[in-house]
Protein backbone atom coordinates (compact mmCIF):
# COMPACT_ATOMS: atom_id res chain seq x y z
CA UNK A 1 0.00 0.00 0.00
CA UNK A 2 2.95 2.44 0.84
CA UNK A 3 4.16 1.96 -2.89
CA UNK A 4 1.00 2.28 -4.48
CA UNK A 5 0.94 5.55 -2.23
CA UNK A 6 3.89 6.65 -2.97
CA UNK A 7 3.36 5.63 -6.67
CA UNK A 8 -0.08 7.68 -7.01
CA UNK A 9 1.50 10.23 -4.92
CA UNK A 10 3.46 11.66 -7.57
CA UNK A 11 3.22 15.05 -9.57
CA UNK A 12 2.58 12.89 -12.81
CA UNK A 13 -0.63 11.08 -10.98
CA UNK A 14 -1.92 13.96 -9.45
CA UNK A 15 -1.71 16.18 -12.75
CA UNK A 16 -3.46 13.24 -14.51
CA UNK A 17 -5.78 12.93 -11.58
CA UNK A 18 -6.52 16.69 -11.68
CA UNK A 19 -7.05 17.21 -15.37
CA UNK A 20 -9.17 13.89 -15.73
CA UNK A 21 -11.53 15.69 -13.33
CA UNK A 22 -11.83 18.96 -15.14
CA UNK A 23 -12.56 17.24 -18.21
CA UNK A 24 -14.89 14.63 -16.90
CA UNK A 25 -17.33 17.81 -15.20
CA UNK A 26 -16.52 19.70 -18.18
CA UNK A 27 -18.24 16.90 -20.37
CA UNK A 28 -20.91 16.01 -17.81
CA UNK A 29 -21.62 19.57 -17.67
CA UNK A 30 -21.75 20.33 -21.36
CA UNK A 31 -23.90 16.85 -22.21
CA UNK A 32 -26.29 17.90 -19.09
CA UNK A 33 -26.90 21.18 -21.23
CA UNK A 34 -27.06 19.32 -24.85
CA UNK A 35 -29.10 16.97 -23.71
CA UNK A 36 -31.12 19.70 -21.91
CA UNK A 37 -31.50 21.58 -25.16
CA UNK A 38 -32.09 18.87 -27.33
CA UNK A 39 -34.74 17.63 -24.69
CA UNK A 40 -36.61 21.25 -25.27
CA UNK A 41 -35.85 21.05 -28.98
CA UNK A 42 -37.57 17.73 -29.52
CA UNK A 43 -40.57 18.73 -27.00
CA UNK A 44 -41.13 21.78 -29.20
CA UNK A 45 -41.20 20.22 -32.69
CA UNK A 46 -43.24 17.39 -30.91
CA UNK A 47 -46.08 20.23 -29.73
CA UNK A 48 -45.30 22.21 -33.10
CA UNK A 49 -46.21 18.76 -35.13
CA UNK A 50 -49.22 18.38 -32.45
CA UNK A 51 -50.62 22.53 -33.62
CA UNK A 52 -50.14 21.50 -37.31
CA UNK A 53 -52.23 18.69 -36.73
CA UNK A 54 -55.21 20.68 -34.95
CA UNK A 55 -54.59 23.57 -37.53
CA UNK A 56 -55.43 20.97 -40.16
CA UNK A 57 -58.91 19.98 -39.29
CA UNK A 58 -59.50 23.40 -37.64
CA UNK A 59 -60.94 25.21 -40.56
CA UNK A 60 -63.22 21.90 -41.46
CA UNK A 61 -64.56 21.29 -38.08
CA UNK A 62 -65.36 24.99 -38.50
CA UNK A 63 -67.49 24.63 -41.66
CA UNK A 64 -68.97 21.48 -40.31
CA UNK A 65 -69.53 22.34 -37.14
CA UNK A 66 -71.05 25.98 -38.16
CA UNK A 67 -73.39 24.75 -40.88
CA UNK A 68 -74.85 21.83 -38.07
CA UNK A 69 -75.51 24.84 -35.83
CA UNK A 70 -77.07 26.64 -38.19
CA UNK A 71 -79.73 23.85 -39.93
CA UNK A 72 -80.05 22.68 -36.49
CA UNK A 73 -80.00 23.63 -32.80
CA UNK A 74 -81.63 20.29 -32.19
CA UNK A 75 -78.69 18.24 -33.40
CA UNK A 76 -77.18 15.04 -31.16
CA UNK A 77 -74.05 13.92 -31.10
CA UNK A 78 -74.52 11.18 -32.89
CA UNK A 79 -74.93 13.06 -35.83
CA UNK A 80 -72.50 15.29 -35.30
CA UNK A 81 -69.92 12.44 -34.78
CA UNK A 82 -70.57 11.00 -38.00
CA UNK A 83 -69.61 13.42 -40.10
CA UNK A 84 -66.76 14.81 -37.39
CA UNK A 85 -65.02 10.97 -37.97
CA UNK A 86 -65.72 10.81 -41.41
CA UNK A 87 -63.36 13.89 -41.48
CA UNK A 88 -61.04 12.62 -39.19
CA UNK A 89 -60.34 9.16 -41.11
CA UNK A 90 -58.70 11.21 -44.01
CA UNK A 91 -55.89 12.32 -41.67
CA UNK A 92 -52.98 10.30 -41.46
CA UNK A 93 -51.36 10.23 -37.83
CA UNK A 94 -48.66 7.69 -36.10
CA UNK A 95 -49.97 4.81 -34.37
CA UNK A 96 -48.99 6.45 -30.86
CA UNK A 97 -51.36 9.54 -31.38
CA UNK A 98 -54.60 9.95 -30.95
CA UNK A 99 -56.84 12.61 -32.11
CA UNK A 100 -60.17 13.72 -30.52
CA UNK A 101 -63.05 16.38 -31.43
CA UNK A 102 -64.77 17.61 -28.23
CA UNK A 103 -68.24 19.55 -28.42
CA UNK A 104 -68.07 22.60 -26.06
CA UNK A 105 -69.54 20.28 -23.37
CA UNK A 106 -66.51 17.79 -23.82
CA UNK A 107 -68.38 14.96 -24.86
CA UNK A 108 -65.94 13.13 -28.02
CA UNK A 109 -67.48 13.46 -31.42
CA UNK A 110 -64.76 11.48 -32.81
CA UNK A 111 -61.54 9.69 -32.08
CA UNK A 112 -58.68 8.06 -34.07
CA UNK A 113 -58.78 5.90 -31.83
CA UNK A 114 -59.32 2.27 -32.65
CA UNK A 115 -61.73 2.17 -29.62
CA UNK A 116 -63.88 4.87 -30.79
CA UNK A 117 -67.00 2.80 -30.43
CA UNK A 118 -66.57 3.13 -26.32
CA UNK A 119 -65.22 6.55 -26.42
CA UNK A 120 -67.36 8.52 -28.35
CA UNK A 121 -69.99 10.00 -26.73
CA UNK A 122 -68.11 10.08 -23.53
CA UNK A 123 -66.67 12.84 -21.80
CA UNK A 124 -63.03 13.50 -21.73
CA UNK A 125 -61.86 14.36 -18.45
CA UNK A 126 -58.71 15.46 -19.15
CA UNK A 127 -59.66 18.30 -21.53
CA UNK A 128 -59.01 21.67 -21.56
CA UNK A 129 -62.31 23.29 -22.10
CA UNK A 130 -60.74 27.20 -22.07
CA UNK A 131 -61.09 29.18 -25.06
CA UNK A 132 -56.88 29.32 -25.72
CA UNK A 133 -55.00 26.59 -26.78
CA UNK A 134 -53.28 24.64 -24.03
CA UNK A 135 -50.68 21.83 -23.51
CA UNK A 136 -49.84 19.05 -20.74
CA UNK A 137 -47.94 16.25 -20.04
CA UNK A 138 -50.10 12.92 -18.14
CA UNK A 139 -48.87 10.14 -17.30
CA UNK A 140 -50.95 6.75 -17.57
CA UNK A 141 -50.90 5.17 -13.93
CA UNK A 142 -51.10 1.53 -15.30
CA UNK A 143 -48.45 1.60 -17.94
CA UNK A 144 -46.08 4.97 -16.77
CA UNK A 145 -46.03 6.29 -20.09
CA UNK A 146 -45.94 9.97 -20.18
CA UNK A 147 -48.38 11.44 -22.59
CA UNK A 148 -48.30 14.96 -24.29
CA UNK A 149 -51.82 16.50 -24.52
CA UNK A 150 -53.11 19.17 -26.78
CA UNK A 151 -56.18 21.23 -26.57
CA UNK A 152 -57.12 23.67 -29.26
CA UNK A 153 -60.44 25.42 -29.18
CA UNK A 154 -62.66 25.52 -32.42
CA UNK A 155 -64.54 28.99 -32.37
CA UNK A 156 -67.51 30.20 -34.99
CA UNK A 157 -67.46 33.61 -36.62
CA UNK A 158 -69.04 34.93 -33.73
CA UNK A 159 -66.28 33.84 -31.64
CA UNK A 160 -68.59 31.07 -29.47
CA UNK A 161 -66.85 28.09 -28.35
CA UNK A 162 -68.17 25.26 -30.77
CA UNK A 163 -65.68 22.36 -30.07
CA UNK A 164 -62.40 21.12 -29.01
CA UNK A 165 -59.60 19.68 -30.79
CA UNK A 166 -58.12 17.03 -28.27
CA UNK A 167 -54.59 15.48 -29.49
CA UNK A 168 -53.07 13.03 -27.23
CA UNK A 169 -49.42 11.62 -28.19
CA UNK A 170 -47.42 9.44 -26.59
CA UNK A 171 -43.93 10.81 -25.15
CA UNK A 172 -41.99 7.41 -25.93
CA UNK A 173 -41.00 7.78 -28.73
CA UNK A 174 -39.49 11.72 -28.22
CA UNK A 175 -37.95 10.06 -24.77
CA UNK A 176 -36.27 6.90 -27.19
CA UNK A 177 -34.73 9.51 -29.30
CA UNK A 178 -33.41 11.58 -26.60
CA UNK A 179 -31.90 8.05 -24.95
CA UNK A 180 -30.54 7.07 -28.33
CA UNK A 181 -28.64 10.20 -28.39
CA UNK A 182 -28.00 10.41 -24.71
CA UNK A 183 -25.96 6.93 -25.14
CA UNK A 184 -24.00 8.37 -27.91
CA UNK A 185 -23.24 11.23 -25.97
CA UNK A 186 -22.00 9.09 -23.33
CA UNK A 187 -19.97 6.92 -25.91
CA UNK A 188 -18.53 10.33 -27.26
CA UNK A 189 -17.97 11.67 -23.99
CA UNK A 190 -16.33 8.24 -22.95
CA UNK A 191 -14.12 8.27 -26.40
CA UNK A 192 -13.56 12.03 -25.53
CA UNK A 193 -12.57 10.96 -21.89
CA UNK A 194 -10.37 8.49 -23.07
CA UNK A 195 -8.56 10.27 -25.34
CA UNK A 196 -8.18 13.35 -22.79
CA UNK A 197 -6.66 10.70 -20.76
CA UNK A 198 -3.92 9.39 -22.94
CA UNK A 199 -3.17 13.16 -23.92
CA UNK A 200 -3.19 14.52 -20.56
CA UNK A 201 -0.60 11.29 -19.69
CA UNK A 202 1.25 12.38 -22.70
CA UNK A 203 1.24 15.91 -20.90
CA UNK A 204 1.97 14.86 -17.66
CA UNK A 205 4.71 13.06 -18.35
CA UNK A 206 5.68 16.20 -20.52
CA UNK A 207 5.58 18.30 -17.62
CA UNK A 208 7.01 15.65 -14.66
CA UNK A 209 9.73 13.86 -16.91
CA UNK A 210 11.69 16.87 -16.83
CA UNK A 211 10.85 17.60 -13.42
CA UNK A 212 11.65 13.88 -12.17
CA UNK A 213 15.22 14.02 -13.96
CA UNK A 214 15.89 17.30 -12.28
CA UNK A 215 14.95 15.89 -9.04
CA UNK A 216 17.15 12.47 -9.47
CA UNK A 217 19.88 14.65 -10.63
CA UNK A 218 19.73 16.86 -7.62
CA UNK A 219 19.32 13.96 -5.37
CA UNK A 220 22.81 12.83 -6.95
CA UNK A 221 24.09 16.18 -6.57
CA UNK A 222 23.22 15.86 -2.76
CA UNK A 223 25.70 13.09 -2.63
CA UNK A 224 28.54 15.10 -3.80
CA UNK A 225 28.54 14.78 -7.36
CA UNK A 226 28.02 18.10 -9.03
CA UNK A 227 29.65 17.02 -12.48
CA UNK A 228 26.13 16.13 -14.12
CA UNK A 229 23.71 17.78 -16.54
CA UNK A 230 20.22 17.32 -17.70
CA UNK A 231 18.58 17.18 -20.96
CA UNK A 232 17.47 20.40 -21.98
CA UNK A 233 14.02 19.01 -24.37
CA UNK A 234 12.39 22.53 -24.74
CA UNK A 235 12.73 26.21 -24.47
CA UNK A 236 9.66 27.05 -22.33
CA UNK A 237 9.43 27.40 -18.43
CA UNK A 238 10.74 24.03 -17.66
CA UNK A 239 13.81 24.25 -20.23
CA UNK A 240 14.19 27.38 -18.54
CA UNK A 241 14.52 25.70 -15.23
CA UNK A 242 16.47 22.95 -16.85
CA UNK A 243 18.96 25.36 -18.01
CA UNK A 244 19.36 27.04 -14.84
CA UNK A 245 20.34 23.79 -13.04
CA UNK A 246 22.88 22.81 -15.58
CA UNK A 247 24.59 26.31 -14.62
CA UNK A 248 23.75 25.79 -11.15
CA UNK A 249 25.76 22.38 -11.15
CA UNK A 250 28.77 23.72 -13.09
CA UNK A 251 28.85 27.29 -10.81
CA UNK A 252 28.35 24.61 -7.70
CA UNK A 253 30.81 23.07 -9.03
CA UNK A 254 33.69 26.17 -9.51
CA UNK A 255 32.74 27.38 -6.34
CA UNK A 256 33.00 23.96 -4.68
CA UNK A 257 36.45 23.42 -6.54
CA UNK A 258 37.74 27.11 -5.68
CA UNK A 259 36.22 25.91 -2.07
CA UNK A 260 38.73 22.93 -1.93
CA UNK A 261 41.67 24.80 -3.14
CA UNK A 262 41.34 27.55 -0.60
CA UNK A 263 40.68 24.59 2.02
CA UNK A 264 43.63 22.61 0.55
CA UNK A 265 45.80 25.99 0.98
CA UNK A 266 44.56 26.91 4.74
CA UNK A 267 44.93 23.14 5.49
CA UNK A 268 48.46 23.58 4.17
CA UNK A 269 49.11 26.77 5.92
CA UNK A 270 47.92 25.70 9.14
CA UNK A 271 50.29 22.17 8.62
CA UNK A 272 53.32 23.90 8.48
CA UNK A 273 52.77 27.00 10.84
CA UNK A 274 55.10 27.09 13.26
CA UNK A 275 52.60 27.67 16.14
CA UNK A 276 50.00 24.89 17.10
CA UNK A 277 47.10 26.03 16.22
CA UNK A 278 43.38 24.04 17.23
CA UNK A 279 40.24 25.48 16.16
CA UNK A 280 36.58 24.78 17.99
CA UNK A 281 33.04 25.29 17.19
CA UNK A 282 31.32 26.70 19.54
CA UNK A 283 30.72 24.66 22.42
CA UNK A 284 34.55 24.31 22.37
CA UNK A 285 34.27 20.96 20.70
CA UNK A 286 37.70 20.36 18.15
CA UNK A 287 37.15 20.85 14.73
CA UNK A 288 40.53 21.54 13.39
CA UNK A 289 44.24 21.28 14.28
CA UNK A 290 47.95 20.67 13.48
CA UNK A 291 50.81 18.65 13.99
CA UNK A 292 52.72 21.35 15.67
CA UNK A 293 49.75 21.48 18.49
CA UNK A 294 50.38 17.90 19.25
CA UNK A 295 53.96 18.65 19.04
CA UNK A 296 54.32 21.27 21.48
CA UNK A 297 51.79 19.70 23.80
CA UNK A 298 53.53 15.95 22.87
CA UNK A 299 49.99 14.16 23.36
CA UNK A 300 47.92 12.93 19.83
CA UNK A 301 44.58 15.39 19.30
CA UNK A 302 41.38 13.90 18.55
CA UNK A 303 38.81 15.92 16.70
CA UNK A 304 35.69 16.19 18.98
CA UNK A 305 37.12 16.44 21.80
CA UNK A 306 37.13 18.85 24.50
CA UNK A 307 39.38 22.11 24.34
CA UNK A 308 39.47 22.07 28.12
CA UNK A 309 40.15 18.61 28.72
CA UNK A 310 43.53 19.19 26.10
CA UNK A 311 44.67 22.14 27.55
CA UNK A 312 45.73 21.79 31.25
CA UNK A 313 44.44 25.30 31.95
CA UNK A 314 43.00 25.73 35.63
CA UNK A 315 41.23 28.64 34.55
CA UNK A 316 39.57 27.34 31.24
CA UNK A 317 37.89 29.93 29.25
CA UNK A 318 34.09 30.77 29.93
CA UNK A 319 32.48 29.83 26.24
CA UNK A 320 31.38 31.60 24.29
CA UNK A 321 34.76 34.16 24.75
CA UNK A 322 33.57 37.28 24.03
CA UNK A 323 37.44 38.79 24.03
CA UNK A 324 40.94 37.84 22.95
CA UNK A 325 42.29 36.36 25.91
CA UNK A 326 46.33 35.13 26.39
CA UNK A 327 47.42 32.83 28.81
CA UNK A 328 50.86 30.99 29.42
CA UNK A 329 51.44 27.03 30.22
CA UNK A 330 53.97 25.63 32.05
CA UNK A 331 54.81 21.93 30.36
CA UNK A 332 57.44 19.29 31.45
CA UNK A 333 59.95 18.68 28.60
CA UNK A 334 61.50 15.67 27.77
CA UNK A 335 64.61 15.84 29.02
CA UNK A 336 62.75 17.48 32.81
CA UNK A 337 65.43 20.15 33.23
CA UNK A 338 63.43 23.09 32.22
CA UNK A 339 59.58 23.27 31.33
CA UNK A 340 58.31 23.99 28.05
CA UNK A 341 56.55 27.53 28.11
CA UNK A 342 53.68 27.71 26.06
CA UNK A 343 51.54 31.27 24.92
CA UNK A 344 48.05 30.25 24.54
CA UNK A 345 46.20 33.05 22.78
CA UNK A 346 42.28 32.21 22.57
CA UNK A 347 40.50 34.14 19.57
CA UNK A 348 36.30 34.00 19.12
CA UNK A 349 35.61 34.25 15.63
CA UNK A 350 32.28 36.41 15.34
CA UNK A 351 30.24 36.36 12.04
CA UNK A 352 30.11 40.36 10.90
CA UNK A 353 27.13 41.98 12.79
CA UNK A 354 26.87 39.25 15.17
CA UNK A 355 27.88 39.60 18.90
CA UNK A 356 28.17 35.78 19.58
CA UNK A 357 30.76 33.69 18.77
CA UNK A 358 30.72 31.15 16.56
CA UNK A 359 34.10 29.28 16.39
CA UNK A 360 37.49 29.53 18.40
CA UNK A 361 40.60 30.04 17.31
CA UNK A 362 43.68 28.82 19.48
CA UNK A 363 47.27 29.95 18.79
CA UNK A 364 49.58 27.82 20.76
CA UNK A 365 53.45 29.35 20.48
CA UNK A 366 56.75 28.01 22.21
CA UNK A 367 58.17 30.64 23.53
CA UNK A 368 60.77 29.17 25.21
CA UNK A 369 63.27 30.04 23.43
CA UNK A 370 62.31 33.11 24.03
CA UNK A 371 61.79 33.41 27.59
CA UNK A 372 65.73 31.52 27.24
CA UNK A 373 66.76 34.38 25.52
CA UNK A 374 65.04 36.95 27.68
CA UNK A 375 66.81 35.15 30.66
CA UNK A 376 70.18 35.15 28.98
CA UNK A 377 69.94 38.95 28.31
CA UNK A 378 69.21 39.18 31.54
CA UNK A 379 71.95 37.34 32.96
CA UNK A 380 74.40 38.37 30.10
CA UNK A 381 73.64 42.28 31.67
CA UNK A 382 73.90 40.76 34.73
CA UNK A 383 77.41 38.96 33.84
CA UNK A 384 78.88 41.95 32.13
CA UNK A 385 77.90 44.35 34.81
CA UNK A 386 79.52 41.64 37.72
CA UNK A 387 82.41 40.79 35.55
CA UNK A 388 83.06 45.13 34.99
CA UNK A 389 82.31 45.78 38.95
CA UNK A 390 84.57 43.49 40.38
CA UNK A 391 87.87 44.24 38.67
CA UNK A 392 87.12 48.60 39.04
CA UNK A 393 86.19 47.64 42.98
CA UNK A 394 89.68 45.96 43.42
CA UNK A 395 91.44 48.81 41.34
CA UNK A 396 89.20 51.45 43.27
CA UNK A 397 90.16 49.60 46.76
CA UNK A 398 93.78 49.22 45.88
CA UNK A 399 94.21 53.12 44.75
CA UNK A 400 92.67 53.85 47.92
CA UNK A 401 95.05 52.18 49.89
CA UNK A 402 97.96 53.89 47.76
CA UNK A 403 96.27 57.08 48.83
CA UNK A 404 96.04 55.70 52.36
CA UNK A 405 99.93 55.97 52.09
CA UNK A 406 100.97 52.98 50.91
CA UNK A 407 102.43 54.65 48.27
CA UNK A 408 104.95 55.05 50.33
CA UNK A 409 106.16 51.88 50.74
CA UNK A 410 107.92 51.20 47.50
CA UNK A 411 107.14 47.32 47.76
CA UNK A 412 103.80 46.76 48.49
CA UNK A 413 102.88 49.84 46.29
CA UNK A 414 104.54 47.69 43.50
CA UNK A 415 102.44 44.84 44.32
CA UNK A 416 99.23 46.98 44.42
CA UNK A 417 100.05 48.59 41.19
CA UNK A 418 100.76 45.01 39.45
CA UNK A 419 97.24 44.29 40.53
CA UNK A 420 95.54 47.29 39.12
CA UNK A 421 97.18 46.44 36.28
CA UNK A 422 96.60 43.47 35.87
CA UNK A 423 93.02 43.97 37.01
CA UNK A 424 92.66 46.66 34.06
CA UNK A 425 94.08 44.30 31.27
CA UNK A 426 91.37 42.00 32.18
CA UNK A 427 89.17 44.46 32.02
CA UNK A 428 90.66 45.09 28.75
CA UNK A 429 90.23 41.42 27.52
CA UNK A 430 86.82 41.80 28.87
CA UNK A 431 85.72 44.51 26.57
CA UNK A 432 87.52 42.90 23.32
CA UNK A 433 85.64 39.77 23.48
CA UNK A 434 82.20 41.86 23.52
CA UNK A 435 83.33 44.37 21.35
CA UNK A 436 84.23 40.96 19.11
CA UNK A 437 81.08 39.24 19.73
CA UNK A 438 78.93 42.50 19.43
CA UNK A 439 80.34 43.13 15.44
CA UNK A 440 79.44 39.18 15.05
CA UNK A 441 76.19 38.94 15.94
CA UNK A 442 75.59 42.56 13.78
CA UNK A 443 77.67 40.70 10.90
CA UNK A 444 80.00 43.76 10.89
CA UNK A 445 83.29 41.57 11.58
CA UNK A 446 85.57 40.84 7.91
CA UNK A 447 86.28 37.47 7.15
CA UNK A 448 89.35 37.08 4.86
CA UNK A 449 89.34 33.71 3.69
CA UNK A 450 91.96 31.63 1.63
CA UNK A 451 92.47 28.46 1.21
CA UNK A 452 95.36 27.30 4.15
CA UNK A 453 97.33 24.10 4.88
CA UNK A 454 95.76 23.11 8.22
CA UNK A 455 98.74 20.84 8.89
CA UNK A 456 100.85 23.65 9.21
CA UNK A 457 97.96 25.89 10.87
CA UNK A 458 97.79 22.96 13.53
CA UNK A 459 101.98 22.95 13.83
CA UNK A 460 101.90 26.31 14.70
CA UNK A 461 99.20 26.35 17.45
CA UNK A 462 100.83 23.01 19.21
CA UNK A 463 104.43 24.93 18.92
CA UNK A 464 102.82 28.26 20.70
CA UNK A 465 101.48 26.06 23.47
CA UNK A 466 104.57 23.72 23.84
CA UNK A 467 106.38 25.49 26.45
CA UNK A 468 103.45 26.37 28.84
CA UNK A 469 102.84 22.19 28.69
CA UNK A 470 106.19 21.56 29.46
CA UNK A 471 106.23 23.99 32.48
CA UNK A 472 103.12 21.92 33.49
CA UNK A 473 104.63 18.35 32.45
CA UNK A 474 101.75 18.27 30.15
CA UNK A 475 102.33 15.97 27.29
CA UNK A 476 100.81 17.64 23.71
CA UNK A 477 100.58 15.64 20.66
CA UNK A 478 99.65 16.35 17.18
CA UNK A 479 97.52 13.53 14.51
CA UNK A 480 97.07 14.76 11.31
CA UNK A 481 95.85 12.09 8.96
CA UNK A 482 97.20 11.43 5.74
CA UNK A 483 96.29 13.43 2.15
CA UNK A 484 94.22 15.56 4.52
CA UNK A 485 92.73 18.85 2.30
CA UNK A 486 93.12 22.31 2.49
CA UNK A 487 90.68 24.09 4.04
CA UNK A 488 89.00 27.75 3.21
CA UNK A 489 89.23 29.75 6.29
CA UNK A 490 90.38 32.93 7.69
CA UNK A 491 93.75 31.88 9.37
CA UNK A 492 93.35 34.74 12.04
CA UNK A 493 89.75 33.84 13.28
CA UNK A 494 90.74 29.91 13.33
CA UNK A 495 94.11 30.82 15.41
CA UNK A 496 92.04 32.73 18.09
CA UNK A 497 89.21 28.96 18.07
CA UNK A 498 92.41 27.27 18.62
CA UNK A 499 94.29 29.24 20.78
CA UNK A 500 90.76 29.77 23.03
CA UNK A 501 90.23 25.84 22.96
CA UNK A 502 94.05 24.60 23.77
CA UNK A 503 94.17 27.69 26.39
CA UNK A 504 91.18 25.78 28.19
CA UNK A 505 92.53 22.75 28.20
CA UNK A 506 96.08 24.17 29.36
CA UNK A 507 94.11 25.48 32.21
CA UNK A 508 91.88 22.57 33.18
CA UNK A 509 94.20 19.71 32.56
CA UNK A 510 96.42 19.10 35.70
CA UNK A 511 100.21 18.06 35.63
CA UNK A 512 101.25 14.98 34.17
CA UNK A 513 97.63 15.27 31.99
CA UNK A 514 97.76 14.85 28.13
CA UNK A 515 96.27 16.99 25.09
CA UNK A 516 96.04 15.32 22.04
CA UNK A 517 95.43 17.98 18.97
CA UNK A 518 94.15 15.60 15.96
CA UNK A 519 92.46 16.27 12.25
CA UNK A 520 90.59 14.23 9.61
CA UNK A 521 88.78 14.31 6.88
CA UNK A 522 84.94 13.10 7.50
CA UNK A 523 82.73 11.11 4.97
CA UNK A 524 80.83 14.23 3.85
CA UNK A 525 84.13 16.21 2.65
CA UNK A 526 84.67 18.21 6.27
CA UNK A 527 87.56 18.56 7.64
CA UNK A 528 87.20 17.59 11.40
CA UNK A 529 89.93 19.35 14.22
CA UNK A 530 89.85 18.41 17.45
CA UNK A 531 91.21 19.30 20.87
CA UNK A 532 90.86 16.66 23.13
CA UNK A 533 92.37 16.38 27.43
CA UNK A 534 92.50 14.40 30.19
CA UNK A 535 91.52 17.43 32.46
CA UNK A 536 88.72 18.04 35.19
CA UNK A 537 86.39 17.21 32.66
CA UNK A 538 82.25 19.31 32.61
CA UNK A 539 79.77 17.93 34.25
CA UNK A 540 76.61 16.54 31.86
CA UNK A 541 74.24 18.97 33.74
CA UNK A 542 76.88 21.88 32.30
CA UNK A 543 76.95 20.60 28.57
CA UNK A 544 73.96 22.33 27.33
CA UNK A 545 75.11 25.94 28.37
CA UNK A 546 78.83 25.24 27.81
CA UNK A 547 78.55 27.89 24.77
CA UNK A 548 76.53 30.43 26.73
CA UNK A 549 77.98 33.80 27.12
CA UNK A 550 79.53 34.19 30.51
CA UNK A 551 78.40 30.56 31.67
CA UNK A 552 81.08 29.12 33.45
CA UNK A 553 81.16 25.26 35.36
CA UNK A 554 83.43 27.25 38.43
CA UNK A 555 83.12 30.43 38.26
CA UNK A 556 85.47 31.38 41.07
CA UNK A 557 88.13 28.54 39.43
CA UNK A 558 87.39 30.21 35.88
CA UNK A 559 87.68 33.79 36.72
CA UNK A 560 90.62 33.47 39.07
CA UNK A 561 92.66 32.05 35.68
CA UNK A 562 91.41 34.88 33.99
CA UNK A 563 88.83 33.49 31.58
CA UNK A 564 85.90 36.30 30.67
CA UNK A 565 83.46 33.49 29.95
CA UNK A 566 83.18 34.59 26.57
CA UNK A 567 85.98 32.80 24.64
CA UNK A 568 84.03 29.37 23.27
CA UNK A 569 80.83 31.60 22.43
CA UNK A 570 83.64 33.39 20.13
CA UNK A 571 84.58 30.24 18.88
CA UNK A 572 80.99 29.08 18.04
CA UNK A 573 80.11 32.11 16.20
CA UNK A 574 83.24 32.34 14.54
CA UNK A 575 83.24 28.47 13.73
CA UNK A 576 79.40 29.22 12.27
CA UNK A 577 80.80 32.13 9.60
CA UNK A 578 82.83 29.43 8.56
CA UNK A 579 79.71 27.00 7.86
CA UNK A 580 80.86 24.18 10.31
CA UNK A 581 79.83 23.23 13.49
CA UNK A 582 81.64 22.86 17.21
CA UNK A 583 80.40 20.82 20.04
CA UNK A 584 82.03 19.29 22.96
CA UNK A 585 82.02 16.09 24.68
CA UNK A 586 83.23 15.38 28.12
CA UNK A 587 83.32 12.90 30.86
CA UNK A 588 83.65 14.74 34.46
CA UNK A 589 87.15 14.30 36.01
CA UNK A 590 88.13 12.30 33.00
CA UNK A 591 88.75 14.50 30.78
CA UNK A 592 86.84 16.98 27.75
CA UNK A 593 87.18 16.68 23.71
CA UNK A 594 85.87 19.91 21.93
CA UNK A 595 85.51 19.64 18.32
CA UNK A 596 84.53 21.68 14.88
CA UNK A 597 84.66 21.19 11.29
CA UNK A 598 85.67 23.22 8.39
CA UNK A 599 84.76 23.38 5.07
CA UNK A 600 87.58 21.62 2.18
CA UNK A 601 89.34 23.66 -0.31
CA UNK A 602 89.72 20.95 -3.43
CA UNK A 603 93.18 22.00 -5.95
CA UNK A 604 91.46 23.24 -9.51
CA UNK A 605 91.38 19.97 -11.65
CA UNK A 606 93.65 20.76 -14.96
CA UNK A 607 93.57 18.76 -17.90
Known amino acids: M ?5 YMSRLQWKLVVIFLLLTIASVQLIGVFIIRILEERYNDDFIKDLEIQAQSIEVPLQTILSNNHAKDDNRTVTEESKEVDALLKKLTISKDMQIQVLNENGIVLGTTSSSKNQIIGTKNVYANLYNTSSKTIRRDPNTNVDYQ ?5 IKNHNGDLIAVVY ?9 TKISIITKQLIAIAA ?21 EEITKKTTEMATGNFDIQVKVYSQDEIGKLATAFNNLSSDLQKALSQKEEEKEKLESVVANMSDGVIATDRNGQIIVKNRWAEKILNRPIQLGDSIEKVLPISDPPLLPLNTKRQTFLALDSE ?8 KV ?3 PIKPQGQEEMVSLITILQDVTEEEKLDRQRKDFVANVSHELRTPLTTIKSYLESL ?3 AIHEPELAMRFLKVARQESDRMTRLIHDLLQLSRLDAKQTRFIKKAITLSTMLEDVVDRFSMQCKQKKIDLSLQISSHLPHVYVDRDKIDQVLDNLLSNAVKFTPEGGKIVVSAKRQKNGMVKVSVADTGIGIPKKDLSRIFERFYRVDKARSRSMGGTGLGLAIAQEIVRYHEGEIWITSEYQKGTKVSFTLPPCEPEVTG
Do not use: C, M
Open 191 to 211: LVLVSSAFLIVLLARTITSPL
Open 335 to 342: DNEENTIV
Open 167 to 175: IEASLQPVY
Open 149 to 153: IYTRP
Open 403 to 405: EDG
Open 2 to 6: SKVHQ
Open 345 to 347: TFT
